[in-house]
């Protein structure tokens, strides 16, 4: 049967394809001509519809009784959109597979997008729901780039802030488009399509498929047939400020829901004659008094959407609605349960079902999909579209060292070309022998804000700016303040060059801010001094084979110890509270850790010999301080760790009780001489000589939240104050404790029971977000 085009959305592009001037006097002639213009529109709408209700007239097979064979009605299949409830739509698929129905045209809006566009290339229901149900979605909806895959440099400063505005060139505030890049989602996409990765026209593919998407620039719906099989699916999914709309020249798309969730009509255009259509559509949103600014902006994005359905619904032959609707479409537990859903709904109109059945046709399309295979193929040129800053030189650096290349190393290159600090997405495809990758750079500059609390430190908030100026040099400028009890403000600037895959780094540094020195007397904090600290650096580095970094800093450090609160100490007098030191430091670091928090699997190690020389008098101190840490993964859920944590200064007592090294808390900082020590609070031990051993386990309960156990056992000099004090070899002291491990959108969060060395009873210990 011989079909019409759905002709609507081109209507007012040809009627107005001429300019107006923004400034007139509309005169009768024009108002006249504007009425006529609607007139003929909605005449050419009537003209559609009378079309499409003359097909409907024509038909001459008959849905309850079996389908003729010769000239066989051409069957489409719509699925709609409505998020984890697409797994519903496996269970259609699983009932019409069941009775052999042949699917000659498939469409799909959103999260049905990709479930018919899997069936459209030939995977079974079953494969499909495999497929669906062992997805990973809480590594699916992230930003985080593979920590393992980053350059050594960029590992060194891993903080994350909850909080990003970008300042454009032009000086103007902005905020990111959506919550999330979609860049693995897309990857993953692309591992599921790997097979049609060489289709380019989607009507050669076993069944004929569109994806539906919204043009953001027009308000359109759009129906995708060709190019990128994974793009094309995630244009359809791309919920607005959930996901970043994706940019296709000068148009942006999202989510196909926005405007047609059920697109019935597609699939009559594409030339079904009979269209069975699956309903997941959440109910339709009634905005109340209670209602909040979620449920508002959902009703906005989903009005055009839900009148489409309504109307669409009725011009479908077949309407299945299976009994999902209340699931939220972000819960992707349970799975199962929806795909027995769809298959229950389909099954109560299986009377009408078995007469669609066509074995033959069934058979013949079914072998069309087994043709279709992932073929490694060799990369021999690489294009790239949206780049400022990155070169083909360093794309072809990043290629993965394999002759003929599957999906699997495309999305090893593909993220590694995401895991470079400037880039913010990345697509790709492959024709021939040439890979082309789409990219997005983050060129703005960024002001960050996050919180923190440290158990006896107390609350920060921390803001950050970020200047950067790219090309073959790398420069970033970074200024960052710390609020709190303890105010800090730090500028830097760091410039890297890269020369023979060898990168060398220049930065300068110049900080001011307060540090606290807490004073312990049988494990309870007595007495408080604070450290007002004036340094500035200037540091010299070069990585090693990217896999270390190797540095030396001169610099100048003012340190001036005064008393804050609690008890006053006399004893303090002792030690040098204040003076003016030349700073130099050598430093070694190298990282492997799969993550910069509770990672389980990796080594890290960090290394500094250091020295102060005092400007006032002929004071001064050597010392070295390392830590090395390894964390081996038993299973996917459970691993261990080790530690090894060690220093020594010379000539201690000429050096200032805030450049002694700091033992206790939870977390390490090799830079500032800060150890963590379970059983110790924050800061309560200062030592000149000491040596740690540790072992833990972690248990991942979630993707993101951890069970955490740790034994530690030292032995050190104490510079007792207000304690007894130890001697190196000589004493030992044993922590142990248990918590949660929770990453989370502010940063790590530590939640800790342990011994008390120093006192009686259980020591709590809280350490939220990233520290100054």
């Known amino acids: 049967m011989r079909k019409f085009k759905w002709a609507l959305s081109f209507i007012l592009l040809s009627l107005t394809a001429y300019s107006l001037d923004p400034n007139r006097v509309n005169t009768k002639a024009d108002k006249l001509a504007a009425i006529d213009q609607q007139i003929n529109e909605l005449m050419l709408k009537k003209e559609s519809l009378e079309k499409l209700k003359k097909q409907f007239t024509d038909e001459e097979f008959n849905l309850n009784a079996p389908l003729p064979v010769k000239n066989r009605p051409k069957v489409g ?69 593979d920590r393992t895959l980053k350059n050594i440099v960029d590992k060194a400063s891993s903080n994350k802030y909850p909080l990003t505005l970008s300042i454009t060139k032009d000086f103007e505030l902005s905020l990111p488009m959506g919550v999330l890049t979609g860049e693995f989602v897309y990857l993953q996409l692309k591992e599921i399509f790997a097979k049609a990765e060489s289709v380019e026209n989607f009507d050669e593919l076993p069944i004929p498929f569109r994806a539906m998407t919204t043009n953001l620039q027009t308000g359109q719906s759009v129906a995708i047939g ?5 793009l094309a699916t995630l244009k359809s999914m791309a919920i607005p400020t959930f996901l970043d709309p994706i940019r296709d020249g000068d148009n942006y798309y999202v989510d196909g829901g926005v405007v047609d969730n059920f697109p019935v009509l597609e699939a009559i255009n594409m030339g079904a004659d009979i269209v069975i259509a699956i309903d997941i559509s959440a109910e339709t949103i009634n905005i109340t008094d209670s209602s909040n600014i979620i449920a508002v902006l959902d009703k906005l994005s989903t009005y055009n959407g839900n009148t489409s359905t309504e109307k669409q619904k ?77 070169t083909e030189k360093t794309v072809m650096k990043l290629k993965p060292e394999k002759q003929k290349m599957g999906v699997n190393e495309l999305n090893l290159w593909a993220e590694k070309i995401y895991a470079l ?66 105010p800090k403000l730090a500028l830097r600037d760091i410039t890297q060059y890269e020369f023979l895959r060898t990168n060398f780094i220049v930065s300068g540094d110049i900080s001011y801010g307060l540090n606290p020195l807490f004073i312990y007397s049988n494990g309870n904090n007595i007495s408080t001094y604070n450290t007002k600290e004036f340094v500035t650096n200037l540091s010299f580095g070069t990585t090693l084979f990217d896999k270390a970094i190797i540095g030396y800093s001169l610099g100048f450090k003012s340190i001036d110890s005064d008393y804050d609160s609690g008890v006053r100490l006399n ?47 002929e004071d001064n101190y050597q010392g070295y301080g390392y830590s090395g840490l390894a964390h081996i993964m038993l299973t996917s859920k459970l691993s261990i760790n080790t530690n090894v944590i060690g220093g020594k200064i010379l000539n201690s007592d000429e050096a200032p009780l805030s450049e002694l090294f700091s033992l206790g808390g939870l977390r390490n900082n090799g830079v500032k001489r800060k150890y963590e020590f379970y059983g110790l609070p924050l800061g309560s031990v200062y030592t000149n000589d000491f040596l740690i051993g540790g072992f833990g386990i972690q248990y991942s309960i979630f993707d993101s939240l951890n069970l955490l156990a740790k034994y530690n056992i030292g032995t050190y000099n104490s510079q007792a104050i207000a304690e007894e004090k130890r001697n190196i070899w000589e004493d030992s002291a044993q922590g142990y404790g248990v918590g949660l491990g929770w990453d989370t959108f502010l940063g790590p969060m530590d939640f800790v029971l342990s011994n008390n060395i120093d006192g009686s009873g259980v020591l709590y210990q809280v350490n939220i977000g990233y520290t100054f």
């Open 77 to 145: 299949l719509v699925l709609s959109g409505g998020g984890a409830k697409g797994a519903a739509h496996i269970g259609v698929l699983k009932v019409l597979e069941k009775y052999k129905i042949p699917i000659d045209y498939v469409v799909g809006t959103s999260a049905g997008s990709i479930i018919a566009a899997m069936y459209s290339a030939g995977y079974t229901p079953d494969e499909i729901e495999k497929t669906v149900v062992t997805l990973k979605f809480n590594k699916l909806l992230s930003n985080s780039s």
């Open 226 to 230: 060709e190019g990128d099989l994974a």
């Open 314 to 390: 009725k011009l479908a032959d077949i309407l299945i609605t299976p009994g999902v609707k209340t699931h939220s479409t972000l819960d992707f537990d349970n799975l199962d349960s929806l795909v027995q859903e769809g298959a229950a709904a389909a099954e109560e109109l299986d009377y009408i079902l078995k007469n669609l059945s066509d074995e033959v046709a069934y058979n013949e399309i079914r072998a069309k999909g087994e043709k279709l295979v992932d073929k490694p193929r060799e990369i021999k040129n690489v294009k790239i579209y949206g780049s400022e800053i990155l």
């Open 421 to 486: 600090n400037y880039v913010d997405r990345v697509f790709y495809h492959v024709t021939g022998d040439t890979a082309e990758f789409i990219v997005r750079e983050k060129t703005d500059s960024k002001i960050g804000a996050g919180i923190s609390y440290v158990s006896e430190y107390g609350g920060a908030l921390e803001v950050m700016a970020e200047i950067p100026i790219l090309g073959l040099t790398k420069k970033k400028y970074t200024v960052k303040a710390e609020l709190s009890k303890y």
């Open 571 to 617: 004893k303090l007098k002792k030690f040098k509270r204040s003076g003016s030191y030349v700073v130099n430091a050598i430093t070694l670091y190298t990282d492997t850790l799969n993550k910069s928090s509770y990672p389980s699997e990796g080594i890290q190690i960090f290394g500094q010999g250091f020295s102060g020389t005092s400007v006032d008098s």
